[in-house]
């Protein structure tokens, strides 16, 4: 039940120079745009008010 299994090197580990450069992309990245555009939104409102003097068409 508890064999012991050999672990073998490979020939492109971590220390190889031709591995590819990869981008982190997560919710991270979602979750600040959807933050700026709520934040863009809110200031063209406040913008509207200041300019018009009423919510009711913003």
Request: glycine share 8%.
């Amino acid at each position: 039940m508890n064999r012991v299994i050999p672990l073998q090197p490979t020939s492109d580990g971590c220390d190889s120079a031709d591995r590819a450069i990869l981008k982190e992309r997560g919710q991270r990245e979602v979750f600040c745009g959807l933050t700026g555009i709520i934040w863009l939104h809110r200031k063209i409102q406040d913008a509207f008010f200041l300019v018009v003097g009423s919510r009711t068409c913003a």
